[in-house]
C-alpha cells in the first residue's frame, strides 16, 4: 500500500506503520494539482513546513483498505486493527447500538479524541461520509497539548475530500453466509425442546451507495461539492444461526449444584403458576385453582424460545457539501456541512415477569385462599392486619418489545485561512455540532413497578368489587387489584397497563468551536540551528470551546433524570520544533518539539495543563529513531453534566443491618458493630437492630443512584513513546517500525463499582468505598448506593507495535515482468501490560491474557493483521490475502490476582481458556473500463466458528451473543462486491 507512505503529495512525509497492503485497481483519481500548504493536514501538531514527520507513532489507513472492508460499515475495519478496541456497531443491544465511537488501546472511547480533517468531531463515525476518505490516521499516545482534552488515548484523523471535479459513484451490496453444523448447539437446543437452524445460512444484507459531484467555477477559485450517502442493513434473527440459536448455559440448571460442567440451552423461562417467597419458603399455587399453595417445583417452568436480532434492522442517511473559494491576496474560505441520520428498529421477547421483593398483603385479601392466608398471615388470616412482606413474581407470557432508535447528527463548519507573510500562516475556524439520540419502546416496566404491585396485593371487597386499598383511600385512584393468587387466574389488561406503558427518550449533544492557529517557519528570519539548514517552526493555538448536554425521558422512561448542563473553556496553546542538527555525519537529523497548552474551564478554580516534548534522530538514510512524552487531560463533560438517574426498591447487601431469619438457619449473619464500625456510627448501628427490612441473604432495599458527577475533577495522563522507523537502502521496499508505548492515568474516570462497595469497605476496610454507602443518620438505614462516576485509582497499558511494509517488484530480481508486483505487510501489537485500580490504596486488577467477569471482553497479550497483494501483470487489478489473528486468553477466575480469582473449589472446564483465533479475507479488483472499477472480498474465508462462552451458575461471564462478538465473528463469512466509477 504505497500510498499509506506517502501523504499530502510532497509536502508530508510521515512515517507511518499502515494497513495491510491492498491490490489497488487504480481508476481515474481526484487531481493533486491544487494541492498546496493550506490543503496539508498533519496528524499531531498545528505546525505547518515542508518534509514534517512525526515523533509519534502513526498507522494510516486509505481508501482501498476501506473498500475491501465496507464502505458501510467504517467501524468494523477499523476494529480490525490491533491498536483499536474493536466495537459493535449495528450487532449492539442497548438504545444507543448503531453508534459507532472509537477507542484506542483498550482505555474506553471518552479517551479517544475523533478529528475530522483535524478539527474536533463527535466520536461517531456514521457522520463521515466513507466514500470521500482519503485516509485515516490513527495517532496512539497523549495529545491534548495540540488538540485539548480527550486526547489520552490518541487520536483519530479522519481525512475527507473536500474539493473535486466531477461525479463519482460507488456502490456496495453484501450478506452473510453461515453453514449451521454444530452438533454441540444443536443438540443442546434439541434438549431444551428448541428448533435449530441447519444447512447453510444466507443473508443480513447490507446495502451502500454513495453519490458525490463537484465542479469548480470562475478559473478553479470556486469549487462546490455535495455527496448523499445511503446505507441499510437487513436484520438476522437469533434463531438465523446456530451460535446464538439459543442462550448457551455453562451448567445443568437442574441440578447447579454441580457447577460449570454441563452445555445446556436457557431462554425466556415463565412459571404459568407464579413464584412466591413467603417466611423463606418457595411457593407455587395449586393447579387446580384451589387457590391454595404448594411447594415450588421446577417441573412446572416453561422454556419460550426468545426473539430478537444479531444484526439489527437499520438504515442510514449521509448528506452534505463542501465549499471552497480561493480569495484575493492568497487567502482561502472554506466551508463544509455534514448531516446523518441512523433509524434502528427491532423486536424482542420480554418474559413478562411482574416482580417485588417485598409486599405485606391484608388478611382479608379477597383473593386469597384459606390455606394462602393462613400460610401468609397465620393467626391473623381473615382479619384486616397486614401479612409480613412477602416477594412474589408473576408471569404474562408471549410479550414483545418494540422499540426504535434515532441518531441525527450534523456538523457545519466555516475556516478562513491565508499567509500573513512568506512561510507564515494563519487560520479561523468556527464549528458547531449537534447529536441527538432518541429511543423508544413499549411494554416497560415503570421503575416504581414493585411499588406499584404492593399497593396492587392489598384488596378489599368494595360492595363485592375487589379494590385495591390505595384506591379507597385515595393515596392511588388509578390503583388495579392484583389476583396472584390461583393458577386459572391472569394479569388482566388493565393491571398490565398500569403496570408498564410505552417509554422514550431524547439526549442531545452540542459543541461549539471557535480557534485561531498562527503557524509558520521563521529561517528567513534567521531563527535556525547554525547546524541546520531548516528554521525554527511554531503554532501558536487560541480556542474556545461551549458544550451543552440534555436529556430527557417520558412515560415508562421518565426515571431518566431530565438535565440541561453546560460548560465553556478558553485555551491558550503553543508548539515549537527546533531542527537542531540536519545532514551532518551521523546526524541526517536531529529535532526536538515541545508543546503547552492551559485550559481555562468555567467549572474550575484552577487551570488546566498539558504539554509534551518530542524528539527525533536520523543518523542515516533509512533510519530513524523518534520519541515523545505528552502530559495529557480528559475533562469529563458528560461524565459530569449528565443527570443523576435513581432507581428506587433496588437491592444492595448491607449486613450491618439484621439479615431476615431464613427458613433452613443457614443464611448469613449480622455483622459485629466492630466490622461495621468504619462505615458506621454505634448509634447507627444499635438503631438498626430492629429493622426488618433485609430479605434472608442480607439484600435490604434502597435507592441505587448514577449519571454525573459534578465534583469529578479531570483525569490525568503520563504517555511515553519510544520507536524507530527503519528503511534501509540495500533493501529497497522495505519499511519496519517499532515503538514502545506506556500510557498511566491518574484519577481516571469509573463508574462505582457497587456491587463490590460492601465488601470492600467493611470487609478489606478499603475507605474509599464506604463513601458510596450513604445511611440515614438517625436510623443507620441505608438510603443510597451511590454508582455515579468517580475518580478512581489509576489505568495503565503498556506494549510494543511492530508494522512491516514490503513492496517487491520481481524485476529488481532480475525475473520477467509478467508476474506483476507483490506487496506484503504486518502491523501487530504486544501488551505487556493492562492494569486498574478501582480505588485509591485498592487491590489493582490486571486483566491482561484474561477474559470474563470483572475482565468482561478478552483481552489478549497479542493481535496482529497481515497482507498479501498481488498486482496483476494482465489487467489493471490485483488480488490479495489478509490473515487477522487475536491471541490466546484465559478465564479470569485462573488469575492468581487476588481479586480475580476463583473461590476454592470453583472451576471452569467448559470456558477455561479461548485459544488464539485467526480470519483470513480475500480480495480483489479489476478496472473494467477508465474509471469503472469492480471489487469482491470474503471475510472470515472459512466462517470459522467463534469461542463458545456461556453463563456460568453464578451469571457472571456469559454474553447475550454466546462468545465475545466485538472479537469474534457471530455472523459467519462476509461475501461483498462493490463498484466505483469516476465521471
Not at 494510516?60 to 467504517?74: F, N, P, Q, S, W
Not at 461551549?546 to 430527557?552: A, I
Not at 464500625?677 to 439484600?699: E, K, P, V
Request: aromatic share 10%; net charge neutral.
Amino acid at each position: 500500500m504505497a500510498q499509506a507512505q506517502t501523504q499530502g503529495a510532497t509536502l508530508l512525509q510521515q512515517d507511518t506503520s499502515s494497513v495491510p497492503a491492498s491490490a489497488d485497481a487504480g481508476g481515474a483519481k481526484d487531481s493533486d494539482k491544487d494541492k498546496d500548504s493550506a490543503d496539508l493536514i498533519v496528524t499531531g501538531t498545528r505546525i505547518i513546513r515542508p518534509n514534517m514527520t512525526s515523533n509519534a507513532p502513526i498507522t494510516t489507513v486509505d481508501a482501498t483498505y476501506l473498500k475491501e472492508r465496507g464502505l458501510a460499515r467504517i467501524e468494523d475495519a477499523l476494529a480490525q486493527l490491533p491498536q483499536v478496541t474493536p466495537m459493535l456497531g449495528i450487532q449492539g443491544a442497548t438504545w444507543t447500538s448503531g453508534a459507532a465511537p472509537v477507542g484506542l488501546r483498550r482505555l474506553g472511547a471518552g479517551r479517544t479524541l475523533t478529528l475530522l480533517n483535524g478539527q474536533r468531531m463527535d466520536n461517531d463515525v456514521n457522520i463521515i461520509p466513507g466514500a470521500l476518505i482519503e485516509r485515516i490516521d490513527i495517532m496512539t499516545g497523549g495529545a491534548s497539548a495540540v488538540y485539548g482534552s480527550d486526547a489520552i488515548a490518541g487520536v483519530v484523523n479522519f481525512i475527507v475530500k473536500r474539493k473535486f471535479n466531477g461525479i463519482a459513484f460507488d456502490g456496495e451490496v453484501s450478506g452473510f453466509n453461515h453453514n449451521n453444523n454444530s452438533k454441540l448447539l444443536t443438540d443442546a437446543a434439541g434438549r431444551a425442546g428448541y428448533p435449530a437452524p441447519s444447512g447453510y445460512y444466507l443473508g443480513g444484507g447490507n446495502y451502500f451507495a454513495s453519490l458525490a459531484a463537484g465542479k469548480s467555477f470562475l478559473g478553479d477559485r470556486v469549487n462546490i461539492s455535495a455527496f448523499a450517502t445511503y446505507k441499510k442493513a437487513d436484520p438476522i434473527q437469533y434463531r438465523d444461526l446456530d451460535i446464538t440459536n439459543c442462550p448457551l448455559l455453562m451448567f445443568d440448571p437442574t441440578n447447579v449444584s454441580a457447577g460449570n460442567t454441563k452445555w445446556s440451552c436457557d431462554g425466556t423461562t415463565y412459571n404459568p403458576y407464579n413464584y412466591f417467597s413467603v417466611n423463606g419458603q418457595d411457593l407455587t399455587n395449586a393447579k387446580d385453582g384451589s387457590r391454595s399453595f404448594r411447594p415450588y417445583d421446577l417441573a412446572d417452568e416453561v422454556r419460550i424460545q426468545r426473539v430478537d436480532s444479531v444484526q439489527r434492522r437499520n438504515e442510514t442517511f449521509n448528506g452534505g457539501g463542501f465549499l471552497t473559494v480561493e480569495l484575493p491576496q492568497g487567502m482561502r474560505l472554506s466551508g463544509s456541512f455534514l448531516y446523518s441520520r441512523l433509524v434502528e428498529t427491532g423486536r424482542n421477547s420480554v418474559d413478562g415477569g411482574l416482580w417485588t421483593p417485598t409486599a405485606p398483603v391484608n388478611c382479608d385479601n379477597p383473593f386469597l385462599g384459606q390455606q394462602q392466608a393462613q400460610v401468609i398471615c397465620g393467626s391473623a388470616a381473615g382479619t384486616t392486619a397486614l401479612s409480613d412482606p412477602i416477594s412474589l413474581s408473576l408471569f404474562r407470557p408471549g410479550m414483545f418489545q418494540n422499540f426504535r432508535n434515532t441518531t441525527t447528527d450534523w456538523r457545519g463548519a466555516l475556516t478562513l485561512s491565508g499567509k500573513i507573510v512568506d512561510k507564515i500562516r494563519f487560520e479561523l475556524g468556527y464549528q458547531q455540532t449537534r447529536n441527538v439520540m432518541e429511543g423508544s419502546a413499549d411494554h416497560i416496566w415503570y421503575d416504581d413497578l414493585p411499588n406499584r404491585m404492593a399497593r396492587g396485593l392489598q384488596v378489599r371487597n368494595v360492595n363485592g368489587t375487589p379494590t385495591c386499598l390505595s384506591k379507597i383511600n385515595g393515596t392511588d385512584p388509578n390503583c388495579q387489584p392484583i389476583d396472584a393468587f390461583s393458577s386459572t387466574s391472569s394479569i388482566s389488561d388493565a393491571v398490565y397497563s398500569w403496570l408498564t406503558a410505552d417509554g422514550s427518550r431524547r439526549q442531545q449533544s452540542d459543541l461549539k468551536v471557535i480557534n485561531g492557529v498562527i503557524s509558520g517557519t521563521l529561517e528567513d528570519y534567521g531563527l535556525k540551528s547554525p547546524l541546520a539548514a531548516s528554521g525554527i517552526g511554531f503554532a501558536i493555538t487560541g480556542e474556545y470551546r461551549k458544550y451543552r448536554n440534555q436529556s430527557e425521558g417520558f412515560g415508562a422512561w421518565s426515571n431518566f433524570t431530565t438535565y440541561d448542563g453546560r460548560t465553556t473553556v478558553r485555551e491558550l496553546g503553543g508548539e515549537i520544533d527546533i531542527p537542531l542538527i540536519e545532514n551532518r555525519p551521523f546526524f541526517k537529523e536531529l529535532s526536538v518539539n515541545g508543546g503547552y497548552r492551559i485550559s481555562d474551564y468555567d467549572v474550575y478554580s484552577k487551570l488546566v495543563h498539558s504539554w509534551k516534548a518530542e524528539a527525533s534522530w536520523a543518523p542515516l538514510d533509512g533510519l530513524r529513531f523518534r520519541g515523545s512524552y505528552n502530559r495529557a487531560v480528559r475533562v469529563g463533560v458528560l461524565e459530569r453534566l449528565e443527570g443523576e438517574n435513581r432507581y428506587p426498591n433496588s437491592s444492595f447487601l448491607d449486613l450491618c443491618a439484621p439479615p431476615r431469619a431464613s427458613a433452613n438457619g443457614n443464611g448469613p449473619k449480622r455483622y459485629t458493630f466492630e466490622q461495621c464500625s468504619i462505615g458506621m456510627t454505634r448509634a447507627q448501628y444499635d438503631a438498626l437492630t430492629s429493622y426488618t427490612g433485609c430479605d434472608s441473604n442480607g439484600f435490604c432495599p434502597t435507592t441505587l443512584v448514577n449519571g454525573g458527577n459534578r465534583d469529578l475533577q479531570p483525569e490525568r495522563s503520563r504517555s511515553v513513546t519510544v520507536g524507530a522507523v527503519i528503511q534501509p537502502r540495500f533493501f529497497p521496499g522495505f519499511t519496519a517500525t517499532v515503538d514502545y508505548y506506556d500510557i498511566m492515568i491518574r484519577g481516571a474516570f469509573e463508574w462505582t463499582r457497587i456491587n463490590m462497595a460492601f465488601s470492600q469497605c467493611y470487609d478489606n476496610k478499603v475507605q474509599f468505598f464506604c463513601q458510596f454507602y450513604k445511611r440515614d443518620p438517625q436510623t443507620g438505614v441505608l438510603l443510597v448506593a451511590d454508582a455515579r462516576y468517580n475518580n478512581s485509582g489509576y489505568t495503565a497499558t503498556r506494549g510494543i507495535d511492530f508494522s512491516t511494509n514490503y513492496a517487491l517488484d520481481p524485476k529488481r530480481l532480475g525475473i520477467a515482468d509478467h508476474l506483476g508486483t507483490f506487496s506484503l505487510s504486518f502491523n501487530g501489537t504486544l501488551t505487556t501490560k493492562y492494569e486498574r485500580q478501582f480505588a485509591p490504596g485498592n487491590i489493582p486488577w490486571s486483566c491482561l491474557g484474561y477474559f470474563g467477569f470483572s475482565c468482561g471482553d478478552p483481552m489478549p497479550r497479542w493481535r496482529h493483521v497481515a497482507g498479501l497483494q498481488w498486482q496483476l501483470p494482465w489487467v489493471k487489478g490485483g488480488m490479495g490475502v489478509t490473515w487477522r489473528y487475536t491471541g490466546p486468553t484465559r478465564i479470569s477466575k485462573l488469575s492468581t490476582n487476588s481479586v480475580l480469582a476463583a473461590a476454592p473449589g470453583q472451576t471452569y472446564p467448559l470456558a477455561s481458556h479461548i485459544p488464539g483465533i485467526s480470519y483470513f479475507d480475500f480480495n480483489s479488483n479489476v478496472t473494467l473500463v477508465k474509471g469503472i472499477d469492480l471489487r469482491f472480498n470474503v471475510q472470515n474465508l472459512f466462517d470459522k466458528d467463534p469461542p463458545l462462552i456461556g453463563m456460568d451458575p453464578s451469571y457472571n461471564i456469559g454474553s447475550y451473543f454466546n462468545t465475545f462478538p466485538a472479537y469474534y465473528g457471530v455472523r459467519g463469512r462476509t461475501l461483498r462486491v462493490g463498484i466505483s466509477a469516476r465521471f
